[in-house]
């Protein structure tokens, strides 16, 4: 070979490898005039995409994806153990005893499922929205079911950046396998109780993920006497707020407190006694109710606690109802 000498290729390489490769250089060059060229471009490429591949393809926690156009933005939630329920005092036998939970990673929706998102669902479907949605008629608890109320016919103004509401459970599990159609090799669902308790609180332990007391900087949330919705300070919204617009939690999701209750996967029991530990949901044949948990625009604040819980109907449609997937890692 002509010109082969260590010094001339150390004026080359070392210039790029110098701090990570100096020793894997030294090495090839003290061989340089018995090897090709060829050969030691080659060791050092391969020891460089090496060195900067990452170790695995498990996205990092708060990693932010989206699997398709229309699908949800989602955001990697690490694997953790917390506490579940009311860890302060048990202030009512739904949500307690608190409990030790581990829950493996997982990705979760940034935002709750959009109006826009959930229509074009619809639109590739057909799904049906025809039964009919729960609505309060006289802005004091006074319900009523209107036939011709559904998710893009709700009583009240929203856009497309608006949480869909008037959505049940079963709307819910038929969206997330629309997903799944629509990304082969996707494991898209709702979240276990547990997986929405763990992310709602993302390692804090406060009744909110900012501190013991509500506030509207940070939520979307009704009045303090039940039911209405109110707006104030930062929430300027008497109904559904744009998904968003408050600062998300420690894990990077918004609006996990108010705006609209979320279906999660569990059927729901009073209490936890019997429930899975290992973050896995509480599933029963026939379930009569499923739960919800997040407040809502329309409610007290109470009800927004990282550790309330609230159950409908698995075919319920009312009109503060949404939901957020997650999908398996």
């Known amino acids: ?27 090839f060059f003290a061989n340089a005039c018995r090897s090709s060229v060829s050969l030691v471009a080659t060791a050092l490429l391969s ?19 989206r699997d398709c156009a229309d699908c949800p933005e989602m955001v990697v939630i ?73 998710w893009n016919n709700t009583g009240f103004g929203q856009a497309n950046d608006h949480p869909a509401v008037c959505v049940s459970w079963n709307d819910a599990k038929a969206y997330v396998q629309w997903l799944n159609d629509k990304t082969p090799g996707s494991s898209y669902r709702l979240l276990t109780e547990a997986e929405w308790e763990y992310a709602a609180r993302a390692q804090t332990k406060a009744d909110y ?36 617009r408050f600062p998300a939690n420690p894990f990077g999701l ?37 739960v919800r948990r997040g407040g809502t625009w329309y409610a007290i604040p109470g009800y927004m606690t990282s550790f309330h819980r609230a159950s409908a109907k698995a075919s319920e449609r009312n009109f503060y109802g949404g939901f957020r997937v997650t999908r398996t890692l």
Not at 90 to 111: H, K, L, N, Y
Not at 215 to 241: I, P
Request: overall charge negative; charged content about 20%.
């Open 78 to 150: 690490p694997s953790g153990e917390f506490t579940m329920g009311d860890i302060h005092a048990w202030r009512g036998a739904r949500a307690g005893p608190p409990r030790a939970v581990r829950v493996g990673a997982f990705a979760a929706g940034r935002f709750e499922v959009t109006v826009s998102e959930y229509a074009a669902f619809v639109r590739e479907t057909g799904h049906d929205d025809d039964g009919g949605c729960w609505v309060d008629v006289s802005e004091d608890g006074s319900w009523e079911h209107r036939t011709g109320a559904s």
């Open 254 to 290: 918004h609006d996990m407190h108010g705006n609209a209750y979320e279906w999660v996967e569990d059927c729901y029991r009073k209490g936890y006694g019997g429930a899975p530990s290992d973050g896995s949901a509480l599933t029963t044949a026939g379930c009569p109710q499923r």
């Open 47 to 65: 020891s460089s995409v090496a060195a900067q591949e990452p170790a695995g393809n498990t996205m990092q926690p708060g990693a932010v994806f």
């Open 1 to 27: 070979m002509r010109n082969c000498s260590p010094s001339r290729f150390e004026d080359v390489w070392l210039r790029v490898y110098r701090k990570s490769h100096y020793c894997l250089v030294s090495a």
């Open 209 to 244: 993920w900012w501190g013991d007391t509500p506030s509207r900087n940070y939520a979307n949330y009704g009045m303090e006497t039940c039911c209405q919705g109110a707006a104030s300070g930062a929430d300027l919204w008497v109904s559904t707020s744009p998904v968003g």
